[in-house]
């Protein structure tokens, strides 16, 4: 299957190419806001708001009352009370800074960059039909920037395209063919997942027992109290462990099953999902756009 490579000189970084595509990345307000932001009410103390902040690890927090968005009471404000006044008296409405500057969650985060860049305050305000939304930060920009400057050696380890091996998750839950049906549906409800891998003793992999495969029994009325290898599906889609996650993807894409094994001479050893690849692209957006192949 063709691949792209990045370019390079001997895997030096100072000849890598970059592989960062601007197309790519988020562009509005809303793609990157940390909602279910932490508050603060405006009746409340400053020795409240000074527990949140050191709780949460925030340096400012909105103000709100019934009505919305009021102000916002920094870190700075705070320090400042605490140094000067041995005991800080009134509520947080009493100090905080009106007149904020804020944001609608459709705004362009280049025009929210430059207000982070041109102003002392670290945060903003981002606002859901003229209501407090959630906030983005300096650092909420950085996070999603952070590939934009990195160099992909040709030759270096970090370019290899990425695998099964890369991703797939150990430590699995599994059943036997001999395990009651019962059983099987305890684990899926409570550990919610979705199908589990029918092994032998010495994990080699004999089927998968899914959400379907049980529902199937259930408003059967003929269907008996049973074992998993009665109702479970013997063909399976299996990977190796050095398999392209770009074939693993296709596959789980075009068809209806979740997840795939992973398999070492027919020994289970691992498991990908769906969701496993979507936080595997979100980590290393860049890297993988850059690597997948063109056709």
Known sequence: MATTE?????GSASAATLQYDDRTRPTKAKDIAQFGVATIDKNASVYQAVAVMVKRGVSGLPVVDGSGLLGIISE?????????TEFVAGCV???MTTGVLTFDEEDELAGICKCLIENSF???PILHQGKLAGIISRADIIRVNKDKFRPYAANSASSANPTANDVMKTGLLTVKKATPVYEAMEIMATKNITGLPVVDDYMNMLGIISEKDVLKLLYDPDALPSVVGDVMTPEI?????DSSLFDICRCLIE???RRVPILNGGKLIGIISRTDIMAYI???HAKFFSQKPKN
């Open 282 to 284: 979100m980590k290393n």
């Open 6 to 10: 990045p370019n390079g000189v001997n």
């Open 76 to 84: 700075k404000d705070v320090l400042k009370l605490l140094f000067d």
């Open 237 to 241: 889609t299996g990977f190796s462990r």
């Open 122 to 124: 670290r945060r903003v």
């Open 93 to 95: 409405g009493d100090y």
């Open 255 to 257: 068809n209806n099953f």
